[in-house]
């Protein structure tokens, strides 16, 4: 079966009125979820309990799909595509339906045609019809049917919103323009099936004009030149507006100097490029076909050069690499070569012990009187965290379920788990490994930095995007170690000096001498650049004559580190093979690898895992992860424990396809489709983070009041810098601001009240601090266009603000926490993004010692849901201040409001 068969355009159903009536009087009902304080107790079973699939014989089979699967994503973008040519599909399917092949080999083959059909669908932007997702599967196909429509429609939706803000971007002149190309026919591939491939050569603007994407966001332009294919954004000047195209950008294998660009063969397309002999002919007066000429068609044509060459100028802007989108499309269709097939589809069949493995099974045995043994020497846990660690380290069970609302100890948790795990790992000195997951560097820089924490002599190595690694974790990163390694060898002396004299001066040692580091100075230079160029018109004339003479030193630097980074590409792409062995050798003996679930399918991972086993998969922040990405590592690792973490009642995945994402529950991760279906999951239930007045809101308007504080949250203090300004009365306030709301031209939204309100606060609570090394206030807010303006007023007034504030939105800051937050609403009508309870869930649960909201009151008491509770709360503790006109440009305001 092609994938082209789970999916059916989307079209208005019809219902008959019947139909209508009973659906409108049954709406749909979803599972409620109870929160219990589960006490797990282990048990104990013989091996003769359980059934065991042939393992041996299991494994040749998936090595088998492995070898044949390859293909897929070792094809470059062009071969792809050339399967959707009319004569390689007939013989494909006359192959499929004819020969009596091996079953696996024609499913291969199905889904090696069924990539290029879903570029198709992509650039065509076509949407399949979707159903609502089940608890449960009854085979591998059905899931298929499910899962595969939505996910095409999320990974459309992704596109054509970065699309349309890059299209309102580009009408801007105060963004960089964006990349120039010069497009032309290609003699030899104008039409390949469905799409029309253009030759593409990179041309540039005017060198004087510096201020071009491919100059001011260089990090990302290395990204875009270094991969295979990127799916881009095209315009093209149409009379008098500019159209804007989808098409995919590739690069030849044999010659990576050489682009081709794909567009989809339609009407749209043919329309905007205007292309000669391209022409548009009526088939009955019922539709229009374009289509071109016969007498035109490249290689039969005997006069061809009438057609070629045909050249123009466009602008480009890329979009986002395929890789990702591939690479959770291949879990999904790989999903019934995952030992966790079963468990997936059925999940309800695995509530009772049921180990997957007899190999799992006989790792885990042991694992019970460790536990206890671990438990007993560390008294430190809760009951509620050791029945975590009971479930997390029995075997017989599959998987494990962990709740962790805000500050319950979810990372003291996790490290006790792997702490077990690894006395078991070195027991019996195999070949495997933990794997800790996440969906986001951020979580997984995280991980590495507990990891090192809680373990002094851990072998722990970060895979993925090292570009996106935290400075303070570099020394635990793969790619930075291996090209410390590889540039000190191969990189001429007087470079190695130059380069890191640049990045860090007046530092001796060449730790900065890789390729990520000179990226993240550029990353950095840019974004002061930014920030100047913002701040520029609201400055005086001194200041401005200050700011143009740090311009020119920026913009000297970047080019010098630009130069440096040509040098050291070249001198990678001469010795390949050595920095691979590199990187092969630098994880021998490493016990717990860091990765995002994306760089859990990478070559080098798979090939250095080729005979080794996953003693344990940890995902952290799991509710946060669309199911196809939760699958990456079940398709690709042997894997004995899955143990996913997170909470359910804070974020979920981040959706672009809002309105069929909602419908169809295409929103839920695998971890609530697993708690829903199941209803077994251990809810942490002790915090430790919140001071007891703050933690009670918490507990009481999210989580039912279950969670309870620990004994030490009973005895925290002020620190000292807050001791003479904050007291349990006044460390909670809502200032209710009395202002409007206002729009930029990014249609985001800020407000000005607000954000005076915050910079007066900031200034009275940072007295008497003396910290430099830390940021112990953040300022948070759902808008970006807030977060833009909270800087600019700091910096304007005082620039060493920002060395002492952390300023972000909501949704980045899930997972951390701070001494003071601060909360900017900013909206006067309605709550936008916030009536998302998981969302004001995140957003009231980070402080430690304080927290403080701007908001409109008005806006709150419309929200019934929480807000209008939680402000009827304050209200009753008089804990809520009025901010209008006369507090917003009163600085001592909240130093008299606070010592009342």
Excluded at 459 to 471: F, L, T, W
Excluded at 600 to 626: G, T, W
Excluded at 860 to 878: D, G, H, I, V
Aim: with cysteine.
């Amino acid at each position: 079966m092609l994938i082209s068969d789970f999916l059916v355009a989307a079209k208005p159903s019809k219902q008959n009125k019947k139909d209508s009536e009973e659906s409108q009087q049954q709406p749909k009902q979803k599972k409620k979820l109870k929160l219990t304080n589960t006490v797990f107790e282990p048990s104990i079973h013989s091996l003769k309990d359980f059934k065991f699939e042939d393992e041996n014989g299991e494994q040749q089979q998936i090595e088998q799909i492995d070898k044949l699967s390859n293909a897929i994503s070792s094809q470059p973008m062009l071969n792809i595509i050339r399967l959707n040519n009319p004569k390689t599909t007939t013989s494909l399917k006359k192959l499929i339906e004819q020969q009596e092949e091996d079953q696996l080999t024609r499913h291969l083959k199905f889904r090696q045609e069924d990539v290029s059909y879903l570029f198709t669908l992509l650039l065509n932007e076509t949407k399949s019809q979707m159903k609502e997702l089940k608890d449960d599967y009854q085979s591998e196909n059905e899931y298929l049917q499910y899962f595969l429509p939505p996910f095409i429609n999320e990974t459309l939706a992704y596109v054509k919103s970065t699309a349309e803000d890059m299209a309102k971007k580009y009408r801007s002149p105060a963004l960089p323009l964006p990349l120039r190309y010069q497009l032309m026919i290609d003699r030899k591939n104008t039409i390949l099936g469905k799409y029309l491939v253009l030759e593409a050569v990179e041309g540039d603007f005017d060198q004087a004009d510096k201020y071009t994407w491919k100059k001011t966001c260089i990090s990302e332009y290395f990204e875009f030149i270094a991969a295979k294919s990127y799916i881009v954004q095209i315009f093209i000047r149409n009379e008098r507006e500019y159209v804007n195209l989808l098409g995919i950008i590739s690069k030849q294998e044999s010659n990576r100097d050489k682009n081709l660009i794909y567009l989809p063969w339609n009407s749209r397309v043919i329309n905007s490029l205007k292309i000669p002999n391209i022409v548009v002919e009526s088939n009955n007066n019922k539709q229009n076909i374009y289509q071109l000429r016969q007498s035109y068609v490249p290689l039969t044509y005997p006069n061809f050069e009438e057609l070629y060459p045909y050249q123009f100028l466009v602008h480009l802007n890329p979009i986002f690499s395929p890789a990702t989108y591939l690479i959770e499309l291949k879990a999904l269709l790989n999903i019934g070569k995952s030992k966790y097939m079963n468990c997936l589809l059925q999940p309800q069949n695995f509530i009772e012990p049921r180990p997957l493995m007899k190999s799992a099974y006989e790792f885990g045995v042991p694992l019970l009187q460790i536990t206890e043994e671990y438990l007993k020497n560390n008294k430190k846990f809760n009951q509620s965290q050791m029945s975590a660690i009971r479930h997390s380290t029995n075997y017989t069970h599959p998987f494990t379920l962990i709740n962790g609302p805000p500050g319950t100890g979810k990372t003291y948790t996790s490290m006790g788990i792997m702490n077990i795990v690894m006395q078991r790992m070195n027991q019996i000195n195999e070949d495997s490994i933990i794997l800790a997951c996440g969906h986001s560097n951020t979580v997984i820089n995280d991980w590495v930095r507990k990891i090192n924490k809680e373990f002094s002599n851990a072998k722990v190595m970060r895979i993925g995007v090292a570009e996106k690694s935290d400075p303070d974790i570099y020394d635990y990163c793969l790619e930075i170690k291996t090209q410390r390694q590889f540039f000190m060898k191969f990189t001429p002396d007087y470079e190695k000096k130059s380069i890191c004299e640049l990045i860090k001066p007046n530092k001796q040692k060449y730790d900065q001498l890789t390729l990520i580091h000179i990226k993240q100075k550029i990353a950095q230079l840019n974004e002061k650049i930014y920030d100047l160029r913002d701040f520029y018109d609201d400055l005086d004339q001194q200041q401005q004559f200050s700011v143009d003479t740090d311009l020119y030193r920026l913009e000297s630097q970047k080019k010098d580190l630009r130069r440096f980074y040509s040098t050291l590409i070249q001198i990678l792409g001469q010795n390949k093979e050595i920095y691979k062995e590199m990187m092969l050798k630098n994880l021998q003996g490493i016990q717990i690898i860091v990765s995002t679930l994306t760089s859990c399918a990478s070559s080098l991972l798979e090939q250095y895992m080729e005979d080794k086993y996953v003693s344990m998969c940890i995902i952290d922040e799991a509710p946060m992860c669309f199911e196809p990405s939760t699958l990456i590592p079940l398709s690709k690792h042997k894997i004995y424990k899955l143990v996913l973490i997170g909470d359910h009642r804070q974020l979920g995945p981040v959706i672009y396809d809002n309105t069929n994402a909602f419908e169809y529950n295409y929103n839920r991760s695998l971890y609530e489709r697993l708690l829903q279906t199941t209803q077994q999951f251990i809810m942490l239930n002790v915090q430790y983070r919140s001071m007891q007045n703050l933690s009670r809101v918490t507990s009481q308007f999210f989580y039912e009041g279950k969670v309870q504080d620990s004994e030490s949250v009973g005895k925290m203090q002020f620190p000292q810098y807050l001791a003479n300004k904050l007291n349990n009365s006044n460390n909670f306030l809502f200032f209710d601001v009395h202002g409007g709301t206002q729009f930029n031209s990014n249609n985001s939204l800020f407000n000005e009240y607000e954000a005076y309100g915050v910079f007066y606060l900031v200034c009275y609570l940072l007295q008497d601090y003396n910290d430099q090394n830390e940021k112990p206030i953040s300022i948070i807010t759902p808008y970006r266009a807030q977060v833009k303006l909270i800087k600019k007023y700091l910096y304007k007034f005082n620039p060493q603000l920002l060395d002492y504030v952390e300023i972000d939105t909501i949704d980045a800051f899930q997972g951390k926490e701070n001494d003071i937050m601060i909360i900017s609403l900013v909206r006067s009508e309605g709550l936008g993004f916030l009536t998302d309870y998981r969302r004001a869930n995140v957003a009231t649960s980070r402080a430690q010692y304080g927290q403080f909201i701007f908001g409109n009151s008005k806006a709150l008491l419309n929200e019934q849901r929480l807000w209008s509770p939680l402000y009827q709360y304050l209200y009753q503790r008089k804990q809520i201040k009025s901010f209008g006109d006369k507090e917003a440009y009163d600085p001592n305001f909240f130093q008299n409001i606070l010592n009342q």
